[in-house]
């Protein structure tokens, strides 16, 4: 498998047990309108990270993600990424992080190579290096074979794949992943969350993700925070979290039941079903 170049000093730094605050909130606030979508969320994420942002729909996990991703404006508090205010910084920002949304974003009428052309142009990468990192992304998520195919003949963990290796072309420190496997089957979930760990563990990507897989989120995350209502309820380490409920072969089902006082699965409305069968729908 084919190396991502660009990323050495970061992996050593991992490898000699460094660590920096690749992401920091204060006070996190967004309103629509008089409601409040997400209020005083303060989280710090470290480098090499898969740090989880749990949560019942609604919670206003996506729309965190939006403000620090810098397509959504702060209504209060402060957010940094590498040092980088996303507010008054958001062009230096951008260039840190990549972004994958909960909804279909790589577009069906073109190839893959195509839709890693455009993103490698966007990032600005130059000329002379768009066509080894192509070939780079292609072979770390496996897709070369695809490369020359139009995305509407893709399965749904192959768009998903594409999607990843867009938002890396530019290596990004910090990835942000939105319900990444939304729609998929459990091999195509499988396999994504092999490619994020592989991210992590050799190349010192952060991960910051949202999921309602609570097993998977349980295994791969190294930080979890549960949001309830704009609120953070509880954050640490999957294991103390289970640890501090006190009961016998506890799961983080039984720790998000604890805090939101419900099951992930319910208070859904028909909006949120709807929207989420569609993108199911168009991810194959």
């Given at each position: ?183 998929l089957d459990p ?25 309602h897989f609570l ?68 991810l194959g």
């Amino acid at each position: 498998m084919t190396r991502l170049t660009g990323n050495i000093d970061l992996t050593e730094s991992l490898v000699s047990g460094s660590k920096e605050v690749i992401l920091e909130t204060q006070g996190l606030t967004r309103y629509f309108g008089k409601a409040v979508a997400v209020d005083n969320l303060s989280i710090t994420v470290e480098q090499g990270e898969v740090f989880g942002l749990l949560g019942p729909n609604g919670a206003g996990k996506s729309t965190a993600i939006k403000m620090l991703t810098t397509l959504l404006p702060l209504s209060a508090g402060r957010a940094t990424i590498a040092g980088y205010d996303v507010t008054h910084q958001a062009a230096e920002v951008r260039r840190l992080l990549g972004y994958v949304p909960q909804a279909l974003s790589a577009d069906g009428s073109l190839t893959g190579y195509e839709n890693l052309l455009i993103f490698a142009k966007l990032y600005d990468i130059p000329r002379n290096r768009r066509e080894r990192s192509i070939r780079e992304v292609l072979d770390f998520m496996g897709l070369q074979a695809a490369a020359h195919r139009l995305v509407r003949n893709y399965s749904g963990g192959m768009i998903r794949k594409l999607e990843i290796a867009q938002s890396i072309m530019h290596q990004p420190k910090i990835l942000f992943l939105d319900e990444p496997t939304v729609g998929l089957d459990p091999i195509a979930r499988s396999q994504v969350w092999q490619l994020v760990q592989q991210l992590r563990l050799d190349y010192g990507t952060t991960i910051f993700l949202t999921t309602h897989f609570l097993e998977e989120a349980d295994n791969l995350c190294t930080q979890v925070a549960i949001m309830q209502q704009g609120k953070i309820a509880i954050a640490g380490l999957p294991s103390d979290l289970k640890a501090a409920l006190n009961q016998p072969n506890a799961t983080l089902d039984d720790v998000f039941i604890h805090y939101t006082g419900d099951q992930l699965t319910s208070g859904v409305n028909y909006s949120d079903t709807a929207r989420t069968r569609r993108t199911a729908k168009r991810l194959g």
